[in-house]
């Protein structure tokens, strides 16, 4: 068939999909895969449930599009309860919604800047944020990212903003191990903060588990609580990026309450519809959105398809259906058997770390287990994982430039919370022989 999409990798031939079920995609010829990495880490609910593609038909029959300067839905306003519902802190309770994680974060960011800009902190914009991060694809979001080869393209056109290192244990930045370790990278903040003058800061932002770019990076105990202090010591707006791990992935409805500690914006998008929708949401604390509306009134942004209905009446019977099924605790209970099943695989030749939390786990690929030397980039080790692990019916994550941006290799799996413990030893098992496989060729 002539072709004229423009794909994401030019060289690769896609295999056509043509539906889905549960924890299984189809492909046009009848094979099945297991999502076990839920696409890129959304599918959470699983495909095709039918209250969800009700919920779609009803909205649709209803009210498909409005726009957001004219009305609101009911439709809107029940997910935004939903959202609210979930949020660590009854302070957290408003929802702005856009289409997807980068307008989130972008959002985020400027809703951090008027907010200073309305209290007459004119000075305070800088967003500091980690290296080896990821927090979208557009310029502002891109900027805040932390993967040199994601920037490298594009670093005329970013603006320039101060990175701290990450949470890394097992390539602590820092030279530290368990024993030594007092949480040095968390007070790098509080070091950048001076370098670059308090007065100028408008909100620090990351990833509470790093995801896309490191492999499901689980930071220390006392990193959150210690990066929350130094927050609130120069009155810094603590963003946590939940694209990836909110929406119960881990086993908390968001992440960063596995630490106890309540940032000033959450961004969310992925899970937050199943997959069913595009839909991103900055949920903010109240008092900035009291602030805005009783200064100027009005938070200069907007984009035409935010609360557009469709998204709204999915992504509320998603969390919906999240809730009637305890999806958040079975992601934690079945994180656990995941985590001790893929640990594993840590007697396989280039397994160097096996990590995660909840229905969230990363696998890091080194060429010596010893040193943790990494594979030459050329190798695309953990890229050949995931294209056996294809053949052989299991949909992975992968990703490279972990380690310094650029090298560095490792698989997500993050698979709907509806799995089962038979389908995850099968899923284990298809790891197996597929990282057996490419061992022998490189
Ligand atoms: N933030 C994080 C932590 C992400 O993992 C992603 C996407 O992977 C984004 C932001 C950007 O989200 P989107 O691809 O929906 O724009």
Known sequence: MYDQVFYRDLNKEYIVAERAKGIYIYD????????????????????????????????????????????????AMQFAERIVEMTPSEDLNRVYFVS???????????????????????????????????HGTSMGALALGGHTSRRRHFQPLIQHTPHIFPCYCYRCPFGKNKRTCDLECADSLERTIKYEGPDSISAFIAEPVVGATAGAVVPKEGYWARIKEICEKYNILLIADEVMVGIGRTGKNFCIEHWGVVPDIIVTAKGLSGGYTPVGAVIVKQKIHD?????????????????????????SEVLKYIKDHNLVSRSAELGDFFLKKLKELKGLDYVGDVRGLGLFAGIEFVKNKK?????????????????????NGLITYPGAGGVDGVKGDHILLCPPYIIEKEEICE????????????????
């Open 28 to 75: 046009v010829d009848g094979k099945k895969y297991i999502d076990g990495s839920g696409g890129a880490c959304v599918v959470n609910i699983g495909h095709s449930v039918p209250e969800v593609i009700k919920a779609m038909h009803n909205q649709a029959k209803k009210v498909s599009y409005v726009h957001g300067s004219h009305f609101t839905t009911k439709a």
């Open 100 to 134: 997807g994680g980068s307008e989130a974060v972008e959002t985020s960011l400027k809703l951090a800047r008027q907010y200073w800009d309305e209290l007459g902190e004119y000075t305070k914009f800088k967003v500091i944020s980690r290296w080896g991060s990821y």
């Open 291 to 315: 602030l805005i509306r009783d200064k100027s009134g009005q938070f200069v942004h907007g984009l035409t398809f935010s609360q557009n209905p469709l998204s709204m009446a999915v992504g």
């Open 371 to 391: 040193t943790k030397e990494t594979f030459n980039t050329g190798i695309k080790f953990s890229k050949k994982v995931a294209a056996e692990a294809f053949r």
């Open 427 to 442: 899923m284990v098992d298809i790891l197996k022989k597929s990282i057996k496989k490419v061992a022998k060729i490189v």
